[in-house]
């Protein structure tokens, strides 16, 4: 075995494969084609003379060597990464960075707005996308460079994640104009009482980050209540105008339909709070171009 005679690029596709446990995830993830993956493995194998990755019923599985040589070799790679981008200056306004964030279903409509335009008018060449990754993967997710950053109702506690909160919000109810509740009181505070005669629509994405509301309800016994469980937020517009139910959402969104679409907004009596953070890896903690999306996130959304 003559380490001068690997090629380092090979080691990416370790590393990739380790992660996603599949050639063809790990090509998408690396832009490489199904073959030159497969090909990059199998040079992989004959240097080190060992299978390193074998097949089950749930995917590629590391033999005992691969699993003592990926993690290593990912935290080298992000090491060397971050050295070479620390010393690279970033123009935001000529940069035609491409911006990878994971936001869910709710967050692809309240944050990309936002960014979308302060990327039109500070970094005009620069593109984003939004990652799906599931909440449980983020830090994974955000370890492996496969996402920049992650906004939600997340508090990752994997080492070498960092967050700051964004601010802290609650959930409220929306409804039609001729909505009431039963029985009737003053203002705009919905009572337990006044719960437990409703009828609820609670959004519930598969990747959720919002799972906290069917628990908000089980908590207060209100839970089979819950007549409509949309996958998106998409609908919850339209429910509200054109049915008798109360669509429970976070406050930002409540006061957004509200605003434009003329429903009523209705206070959610003892709803617990909860914080919306943005989440990063540590090692990207000194790189300029980073710095500059992160303070982006902050100026635009940040209310701590």
């Known amino acids: 075995m003559n380490f001068r005679q690997l090629d380092l690029n090979l ?73 070479v981008l620390n010393h690279q200056p970033f123009e935001a306004l000529s940069s035609q960075r491409h911006w990878r964030l994971s936001l869910s279903d709710l967050g692809e409509i309240l944050f990309l707005p936002g960014l979308a335009a302060a990327l039109r008018s500070e970094s005009p060449q620069a593109s984003l996308s939004n990652i799906s990754v599931d909440a449980a993967q983020v830090a994974s997710a955000l370890e492996a460079r496969d996402i920049d950053i992650a906004i939600g109702i997340l508090k990752p506690q994997h080492r070498g994640i960092r967050s700051q909160l964004l601010f802290k919000e609650r959930y409220m109810a929306i409804s039609s104009q001729d909505w009431s509740p039963t029985p009737r009181g003053r203002g705009n505070t919905l009572s337990l009482a006044q719960l437990a005669q409703a009828r609820f629509v ?76 943005l989440v990063w890896h540590a090692s990207t903690d000194q790189e300029a171009d980073q710095q500059w999306m992160r303070g982006a996130v902050k100026r635009l959304f940040s209310r701590a």
């Not at 105008?241 to 003892?270: F, G, H, K």
Request: aromatic share 6%; net charge positive; proline share 5%.
């Open 11 to 83: 080691l990416r596709v370790l590393v990739a494969i380790h992660r996603t446990r599949s050639v063809t995830a790990a090509g998408k993830a690396l832009a490489l084609s199904q073959p030159a993956t497969s090909n990059a493995l199998a040079r992989l194998r004959e240097f080190f003379g060992d299978d390193l990755f074998v097949r089950s019923p749930v995917g590629l599985q590391p033999t005992r060597l691969c699993e003592q040589l990926a993690p290593a070799m990912q935290s080298q790679l992000l090491a060397m990464e971050s050295l």
């Open 202 to 277: 609670v959004v519930s994405p598969t990747a959720t980050f919002h799972g906290s509301v069917e628990k908000m309800l089980t908590a207060m016994k209100l839970q089979d209540r819950i007549l409509v469980r949309p996958r998106h937020f998409g609908a919850i517009a339209v429910l509200a105008q054109s049915t008798d139910l109360l669509c429970i959402v976070p406050e930002m969104y409540a006061r957004d339909l509200s605003q434009r679409l003329q429903l009523q907004m209705w206070t959610i009596e003892d709803a617990p709070v909860y914080e919306v953070n």
